[in-house]
């Protein structure tokens, strides 16, 4: 079985600062895919970053980039330049490879919950 | 893109009746959706994976006789609280995995349930 460890649970920065959040996961499958959530408090949950196991290169998404070490099994989330909008709950995900396996669900880690102050 | 939408938002009912959540997605065909929940402060929980056309599937520890799942259509899943209890009190949330001409998953926007 697939687990997602975010060892942080609560993080804190001012506007305008960079911070990264840890994410350690534990798979026996080659061929999977990587995710950061964003739930606000809305709650409504949206797709941040994503990161296929094959491809080497890290994903970046404008503010939003990941530091993805396939062999030690880490996948931290940088976020440059912070914004007031950017607090809320980030859950660290995995997902089998939908494509080889048929409908995969997605295993979360903790929630690191971000809070951007002003 | 891609839109799942679940009804209701928020439901307060009380301890012993049965409640219905409903999700839709409105633009794709969806034959499989899963269904997580939530308590405050916590992470996403899968209960269970609904399927179209066959029986739902459960993860180990959720009662299938609590949680009825029905995947009516290739566009509907439903999930019913019966003979609630405050300690389903919880957010439930319902995702369509990726799938064709999709490449993430979509979910819905979630269902605050407070039983009294």
């Known amino acids: 079985a697939q687990t997602v460890t975010q060892s942080q649970p609560e993080m804190s920065v001012q506007e305008a600062e960079t911070v990264t959040l840890s994410c350690t996961y534990d798979t026996s499958e080659n061929n999977y895919y990587l995710f950061w959530y964003k739930q606000p408090p809305s709650r409504q949950m949206i797709l941040v970053i994503r990161q296929e196991a094959y491809k080497q290169q890290n994903a970046t998404e404008n503010r939003f980039s990941v530091n993805f070490q396939k062999a030690a099994k880490s996948f931290s989330l940088k976020i440059s330049d912070s914004q007031l909008g950017d607090t809320a709950m980030y859950f660290c995900?995995?997902?089998?490879?939908?494509?080889?396996?048929?409908?995969?669900?997605?295993?979360f880690g903790q929630g690191t919950r971000l809070t951007i102050n002003p | 893109g891609a839109v799942v939408s679940q009804h209701p938002s928020r439901v307060i009912c009380k301890s012993g009746t049965s409640v219905k959540i409903e999700c839709r997605s409105l633009d794709f065909q969806a034959t499989t959706m899963f269904w997580y929940r939530q308590f405050p402060k916590q992470s996403l929980m899968l209960m269970a994976t609904?399927?179209?056309?066959?029986?739902?599937?459960?993860e180990q520890g959720v009662e299938k006789d609590k949680f009825l799942i029905n995947h009516a259509s290739l566009t509907l899943s439903t999930l019913t609280v019966t003979s609630a209890h405050p300690e389903d009190s919880s957010f439930y949330i319902c995702s369509a995995p990726p799938g064709v001409n999709r490449n993430e998953a979509f979910f819905g926007q979630g269902t605050r349930l407070t039983v009294v």
């Open positions: 995900a995995f997902m089998k490879h939908w494509r080889i396996q048929g409908a995969q669900k997605l295993v």
């Open positions: 609904s399927n179209e056309g066959s029986k739902a599937t459960y």
